[in-house]
């Protein structure tokens, strides 16, 4: 299969940026809908209106750099596509597909399992796709990512995560 040109992907890429930025203004008529409290004491959908206007913001520069400044925008593109190790640029990246199924699974599985049961092998895979140093050591760092941010949640802000299959 034949690489796209720069041009292509240039196309593609200000439409799946357009793309985000219409998810953003549906996500945020939709933020809208809950309780935004005061600044001092933030309700439920103040977190989600600042991600809306982020994303939102956030394509918008995206585009007007594609459109005004095109030579801007593709100077420092990177092609997730490539493989590092010196082989034709896959059909589909690997990494992403992993790494979004590992969300997936985590999502399904977050309250059945528990916080701290279903973050670690997620922080591990992620680890792992990333190329993070050996497997020993991934494990390491995701366990203790995973209880840091416990303790830091449960026990300093009083934040409860379910606790699934640990009681």
Do not use: H
Not at 33 to 41: A, D, T
Not at 49 to 56: E, K, M, N, R, T
Request: proline share 5%; with cysteine; charged share 15%.
């Amino acid at each position: 299969m034949d690489k796209p040109s720069r041009g292509t992907l240039g196309s593609l890429g200000s439409l799946g940026i357009g793309m985000i930025g219409i998810i953003g203004i549906i996500y945020l008529i939709e933020a809208f809908k809950l309780p935004l409290g005061r600044l001092s004491y933030p309700d439920r959908g103040f977190i989600p209106v600042i991600i809306g206007f982020a994303l939102i913001a956030f394509s918008a520069i995206q585009i007007i750099l594609e459109v005004f400044f095109p030579q801007l925008a593709n100077e420092k593109s990177i092609d997730i596509g490539e493989e590092d190790n010196g082989k034709e640029a896959a059909a589909y990246p690997k990494k992403p597909v992993i790494i979004t199924v590992a969300l997936l699974m985590y999502c399904a599985l977050f309250n059945t399992l528990g916080f701290v049961v279903a973050t670690i092998p997620l922080t591990f895979v992620c680890l792992r796709v990333m190329e993070y140093k050996s497997w020993w050591v991934s494990l390491i760092v995701a366990v203790v990512i995973t209880l840091v941010t416990y303790f830091l949640f449960v026990e300093w802000l009083g934040v409860y995560f379910p606790s699934g299959i640990l009681g």
